[in-house]
């Protein structure tokens, strides 16, 4: 009931700031037009091609690749079927939407604590996923070739050397046929400087999108302004897009009329300013949130 009379004032209020963007001076109308969102926490979110084919998004990166990093992967979809998933993964792709793979995530399945690490976790992203094949190496989406990798890193430790793993898949972003682009992204909390661990990998330079999340994380909630400034100016070279939850019952959630007043102004200003990154399309579909905001992104 609670929730049913907040999200009906909610709307109530999208409603009334859709008045007033009819009459009120444009502050922000969008600069890139860039929705990545995340998916693969919750089966009841939907297809993985229901996601590309609902229009809303310019990239999807799964989540998560969850254990590496001791001679053990495992990918978790949340209960996903992986049949049939490769064809998914191709469709969106033939509609103009890469997809892509985070690793990391909420669990303690995984670290990277040295070189050799590293680029076996190279080896096996390369063979399952990517242009490679090798014996015993099993592909879960067949010869469907994913777009990306992105690191998801909620903990680790100095020795971790995902800089190593970062240089090796960009030795492998192939930019001409029969080879493809591999987007190497990040998504941290928005704390800058970053943990020792990222740090040495984002300071390669190679990163080509970083995502800030600005939302479930006290110091990001009050101070991500200050850290998306600092980010943006430390690494030219990156695409920044700034990180959101599409729940309301998050914390950090920002309402769509201040997404349109402060997230995008605010963020815009950076050269380097890629897009949104929205989490995620489980959320999303509840709230249509990116159908609120896209048109600012
Ligand atoms: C790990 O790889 C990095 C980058 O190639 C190199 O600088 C470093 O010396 C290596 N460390 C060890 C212990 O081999
Ligand atoms: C979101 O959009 C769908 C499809 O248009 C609609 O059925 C649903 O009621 C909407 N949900 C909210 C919370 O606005």
């Known amino acids: ?4 009379s907040r999200r009906a004032a909610s709307l109530l209020a999208v409603a009334a700031i859709a008045a007033v963007f009819l009459a009120g001076p444009v502050t922000a109308v969008g600069k890139t037009g860039q ?3 995340f998916w693969g926490r919750n089966k009841d979110e939907g297809t993985l091609r229901e996601a590309c084919d609902s229009g809303l998004y310019t990239m999807v990166i799964m989540s998560f690749l969850n254990v590496y990093g001791h001679g053990k992967y495992n990918l978790d979809l949340s209960g996903h079927p992986i049949a049939g998933m490769g064809d998914d993964i191709k469709h ?26 590293a680029l076996e976790l190279f080896d096996y992203l390369w063979n399952a996923y990517f242009g490679g094949s090798k014996a015993g190496v099993y592909r879960p989406f067949g010869d469907a070739w994913l777009d990306g990798v992105d690191l998801f890193l909620e903990h680790g430790t100095p020795a971790d050397r995902y800089d190593v793993l970062a240089l090796e898949l960009a030795k492998h972003n192939i930019r001409g046929a029969p080879g493809k682009p591999l987007h190497l992204t990040a998504t941290p909390r928005c704390t800058f400087p970053p943990s020792s661990y990222l740090g040495r990998a984002v300071a390669t330079g190679i990163f080509e999108r970083i995502h800030i999340r600005i939302y479930d994380d006290d110091n990001c909630e009050a101070y991500w302004h200050l850290a998306w400034d600092k980010w943006t100016a430390a690494y030219p070279a990156t695409r920044f897009y700034v990180g959101m939850t599409a729940s309301e ?20 200003k950076a050269d380097n300013y ?16 990116t159908s609120m905001v896209k048109a600012y992104a």
């Not at 009931?1 to 049913?4: D, F, I, K, R, V």
Request: with cysteine; charged share 10%.
């Open 274 to 289: 890629g897009g949104f990154m929205i989490w995620d399309r489980y959320y999303d579909k509840l709230s249509n949130y």
């Open 1 to 4: 009931m609670e929730l049913a």
């Open 35 to 37: 929705v990545t969102v």
């Open 249 to 268: 019952m998050t914390h950090g959630w920002v309402h769509p009329k201040n997404v349109y007043y402060d997230v995008a102004p605010s963020t815009q």
């Open 92 to 117: 969106c792709q033939f509609i103009g939407v890469p997809v892509s793979l985070s690793i990391g995530g909420f669990g303690n399945g995984y670290s990277l604590p040295s070189n050799r690490s």
